[in-house]
């Protein structure tokens, strides 16, 4: 929040005297206040708690102890540890074969095991949880409104029914195996497939399934569109309006040229420019010939500058429709793990995510909506009180409409995560009724 705070500030300081209309474009970007969730989910920066690497090398060897890597890896390990022998070891011990001997359905035995196993390790993690919870509610340093309150308990849900799913696989496996150690093993495999390998993959397959341009390539492309064509263009533009006063005004326009520039096209020095300006304000003819051809060199311009624009947008409309392909189906692809889906809840959940992105990019064109044609406005105001105004000149936009971050509302994020979270606990129903039915027929001698 400092920096976030001492960006803000310096962006205002910064404004308040280097305000020039061709450096608007730089100047005005909007800053994104830190995250209220990123601590939590993302962790905290390296840089941030790094200090030197001689003193402690453990955090660029490991990755920080955050809440998605807690859940996604030690509680899903954890979870199929727990369940991988819950049947196969019950066999081997004999003890399997005792309790179904009673008058006990194997129904309730299986739906006992997953109850007490999941609630071993779901207890622990959300005492935890509901310890940092009331941390966090008493730290005068930390205001978190209902909004984010219904957020973190979303959080725990999802991450409930992502840890029972892996013992649910685990317990599906143990149904399936003669042997504990056949039954780890597959776990394992398992694990590793789901966590590591499928995630991770996916953006490679999909790389190959749909390719698009380097973004290298497409930028040097975009570079060469919008300014070495379009100072071709309006070159060319601006020698057709040359030749057209040329001819139409003859000796008045060589005599402005001579002023202008001193004979030669080119770069005009602030002398020349008050010369052109003392020669109009003694001819009324001039001074018509002179605002006539201004106009139409800016309109020569202004044309290049559309024209190119329109290439160069049509490119990036291009670049992002493809972007946005290739990145859906690496998403899809994702999906088959369920580590993906819980990243995805988690992240978009909290504001952390790629939706969060797109999300800001929102807010920033709406900002840009009212910012521009204020822009816009305070040029023209300022061209009308002095007709020296140029570029470079100082523009005041103290009383600029502010950039103002709100976060996406909750229901919007709840619409956007419910297709992933219902991916979670299909595969819970999925795992529970092959274990229901690998029980079922479950040999027990």
């Not at 300081?13 to 989910?41: C, D, V, W």
């Not at 040329?246 to 005009?268: D, H, K, R």
């Not at 493809?322 to 994702?334: G, P, S, T």
Request: with cysteine; hydrophobic share 45%; net charge positive.
């Amino acid at each position: 929040m400092a920096d976030y705070n001492l960006r803000v500030n310096l962006q205002d300081e910064f404004l308040s005297k280097y305000a020039h209309r061709n450096r608007m474009g730089g100047m005005i970007t909007s800053q994104k206040p830190p995250e209220r969730f990123r601590p939590l989910i993302i962790g905290i920066p390296r840089e941030a708690n790094l200090g030197s690497f001689d003193d402690n090398p453990l955090p660029v060897l490991f990755p920080p102890l955050d809440f998605l890597f807690i859940v996604t890896i030690i509680m899903s390990l954890l979870a199929m540890l727990f369940s991988y022998d819950a049947i196969t070891g019950e066999r081997q011990r004999g003890t399997l074969r005792l309790v179904i001997s009673n008058s006990i359905p194997r129904a309730k035995i299986l739906l006992a095991k997953f109850i007490g196993g999941t609630a071993s390790l779901l207890i622990p993690f959300i005492l935890s949880l509901l310890a940092g919870a009331l941390y966090i509610s008493i730290n005068p340093a930390i205001q978190w409104d209902g909004s984010t309150w219904a957020e973190f308990s979303l959080l725990i849900a999802a991450s409930v029914t992502f840890i029972s799913l892996f013992y649910l696989l685990g317990l599906m496996v143990s149904t399936f195996s003669r042997y504990s150690s056949t039954s780890i093993l597959t776990c394992l495999f398992l694990w590793v497939l789901l966590i590591l390998v499928i995630p991770n993959m996916c953006p490679f397959i999909s790389a190959q399934l749909y390719r698009i341009p380097s973004i290298n390539k497409i930028e040097r492309q975009l570079y060469y569109i919008r300014q070495v064509e379009r100072d071709e263009l309006g070159r060319e533009f601006s020698r057709e309006v040359l030749k057209k006063f040329s001819t139409q005004y003859g000796v008045i326009y060589s005599e402005f040229e001579s002023l202008e520039f001193g004979g030669l096209w080119g770069e005009c020095s602030p002398a020349n420019r008050k010369a052109t300006q003392q020669r109009a304000a003694a001819d009324p003819q001039f001074k018509a010939m002179v605002d006539a051809f201004r106009e139409q060199i800016n309109q020569a311009w202004t044309k290049a500058n559309r024209i190119q624009g329109e290439k160069a947008e049509k490119i990036r409309r291009d670049r992002d429709t493809k972007v946005a392909a290739q990145n859906k189906i690496a998403k899809n692809l994702a999906c088959i793990s369920p580590c993906a889906n819980f990243i995805y809840v988690a992240t978009d959940l909290t504001g952390t995510g790629l939706r969060s992105f797109d999300y800001f990019d929102w807010l920033d064109g709406e900002y840009g909506k009212m910012f521009w044609p204020y822009l816009q406005r305070k040029v023209q105001d300022a061209m009308k009180k002095d007709p020296t105004f140029e570029t470079n000149s100082f523009l005041d936009i103290s009383d600029r409409p502010r950039f103002v971050f709100k976060e996406e509302p909750l229901r919007d994020k709840f619409d956007a995560v419910l297709p992933y979270w219902g991916i979670l606990v299909l595969f819970n129903v999925v795992f529970f009724v092959a274990a229901f039915a690998g029980f079922m027929r479950y040999d027990v001698r």
